[in-house]
């Protein structure tokens, strides 16, 4: 394939390429010319297309992946050089369907689709999530390689430290779902100088932080103050965030039993049409 002019793409991967320290001049070219194949090529994308329609044999492009790109520090660049400058990182598993046996990584996942444990692959999709512009920039993807010595949570957790300066360049809060709301997971994410934004479960175990005045007698000082009911919460404890017509945003500091840590959480009421609110 010819790269026919000032191509735009182009110009943006040898901007982004520019900036990143350790790579020669024929790295930079192999590596741009890959990147917008990865853009041209239809249907299946492999060594045999990339030989067909590259200007290198296949077996050159066999050689070259063996060699490691630090994508994340590429994507970050880019994300850099056109996002709005206000991000959140974003974590999620994702399956991917694999019939063979002798794949490294292997194994039962969960598949969202399914609503079940499947037999294939699975990678951790790292994105930059774009504030002002309401889009997403990916970073990386990391197969799931998790064994028996480690755990799945430790090992999403292990993909976060590892990574925590070039992320924390971008933002300390990471958006995952409601399976890592685990005192496993926050624990190691909150010692990497990140804040973790989840759901909680439903039936989460939750008290109300004291915020009387101390009365000075003998004991220990009173610490909490009930338990948190979803379906019925106490607005004197919480604090109004937001308000208009779509919806009421309160906001309070509690104490989680599971994560053993006081945790900030958002309560919302939505309106209907009829403007009435709905929980």
Not at 14 to 23: Q, T
Not at 93 to 113: N, V
Not at 161 to 167: A, C, G, M, N, V
Not at 220 to 235: A, E, F, Q, T, W
Request: charged share 25%; proline share 2%; glycine share 8%.
């Amino acid at each position: 394939m010819t790269i026919k002019g000032n191509n735009i793409y182009k110009t943006h991967i040898e901007s982004v390429l520019s900036k990143m320290p350790n790579i020669n001049n024929w790295r930079k070219e192999f590596v741009t010319e890959t990147l917008i194949l990865f853009l041209c090529i239809k249907g299946r994308f492999n060594f045999l297309q990339l030989g067909r329609f590259g200007k290198h044999k296949e077996q050159r492009y066999r050689q070259q992946f063996e060699k490691p790109f630090d994508f994340l520090t590429f994507n970050k660049e880019l994300t850099l050089s056109h996002g709005s400058g206000r991000y959140v990182i974003a974590f999620d598993p994702s399956y991917i369907s694999k019939s063979g046996k002798h794949t490294p990584g292997a194994g039962y996942f969960w598949s969202g689709c399914a609503n079940r444990a499947k037999w294939g692959l699975e990678i951790g999709g790292l994105a930059a999530i774009d504030i002002d512009n309401h889009t997403a920039f990916h970073l990386e993807a990391v197969q799931t390689m998790a064994g028996k010595e480690q755990s799945l949570s430790d090992w999403y957790a292990d993909i976060i430290t590892r990574r925590k300066t070039q992320l924390l360049g971008l933002s300390s809060y990471l958006v995952a779902d409601a399976w890592f709301a685990k005192r496993t997971f926050v624990d190691q994410v909150t010692n990497a100088d990140m804040h973790l934004i989840s759901r909680l479960r439903d039936d989460a175990h939750l008290r109300y932080l004291h915020q009387g005045e101390p009365t000075g007698k003998r004991g220990r000082p009173k610490k909490y103050d009930g338990k948190v009911d979803n379906s019925n919460i106490d607005l004197r404890h919480f604090e109004l965030v937001s308000k208009d017509q779509r919806a009421v945003i309160h906001s309070a500091i509690v104490y989680s039993i599971s994560l053993k840590r006081s945790i900030k959480v958002v309560h919302a009421f939505y309106c209907n049409e009829k403007g009435k609110q709905v929980y």
